[in-house]
């Protein structure tokens, strides 16, 4: 069995050639193919994907849920994984992701860490270890069997936020989360430039109004309005 490894990606030429060499470094022949999705880059993102040894798919429409979706798609393999362009997954995650299929899991993601340092940076990333809905997210990277994914509907492209969390609210009424008690390595870019605060209440307010049923497209605007990307 083997994964197909799924990377939405724009305008991350900083993280994407590094993520690729790494992913094929460590995942070996466990990994299949090594698909970025690209969402209309205007920097060299698909030129350094292509170069570190990756698939470059480019989606017709800027949006994480669509581009996941083409790459779900196109997969080859019967395992999906995806990866944020700005995260690291362990060097064992091919091991790790086929060894808990193995044993019945249907899908997964790890906990995390931050690549920078600071206690609340710290306090947020202990509780990814945890189910909440509001602990998720797609920093933690996702595994899923492809049909698994497919019988569910992949995710609706009617958000173009949020939509790991409609996912996998949809997943978990019928699938246990698995979370490998491993962490990845995720960027602290965006409380670098906004501040620690600031972050966790735009955070809350988006996490609300999804919740409340607020359209995609308002919570994305005022996502965008509260930080700085």
């Not at 989360?177 to 307010?205: D, E, T």
Request: net charge positive; charged share 20%; glycine share 8%.
């Amino acid at each position: 069995m083997q994964i197909s490894v799924i990377i939405p990606a724009l305008n991350e030429a900083e993280h994407i050639g590094m993520l690729v060499r790494y992913l094929k470094q460590h995942g070996g022949e466990d990994v299949g193919e090594l698909l970025v999705v690209d969402g209309g880059s205007t920097d060299a993102t698909t030129q350094l994907a292509q170069c570190a040894g990756a698939q470059v798919l480019v989606s017709g429409v800027r949006s994480r849920a669509a581009q996941m979706n083409l790459g779900a798609r196109t997969a080859r393999f019967p395992l999906l994984y995806f990866v944020h362009a700005d995260t690291l997954p362990p060097a064992s995650f091919a091991q790790d992701i086929l060894g808990a299929v193995a044993s019945g899991v249907t899908m997964g993601c790890y906990r995390y860490t931050f690549d920078a340092p600071g206690i609340m940076l710290k306090i947020n990333a202990f509780f990814t270890r945890f189910h909440w809905l509001w602990c998720q997210g797609g920093d933690k990277t996702f595994f899923i069997q492809r049909t698994t994914f497919q019988t569910l509907g992949g995710y609706n492209e009617d958000y173009c936020v949020m939509e790991e969390y409609d996912f996998l609210q949809r997943a978990m009424l019928q699938y246990k989360l698995h979370i490998i008690p491993k962490n990845a390595r995720v960027s602290a870019r965006k409380y670098k430039k906004n501040g620690w605060i600031r972050v966790q209440l735009a955070n809350l307010i988006v996490f609300r109004a999804y919740r409340r049923g607020v359209a995609p497209a308002q919570i994305k605007a005022t996502y965008q309005r509260l930080l700085k990307f």
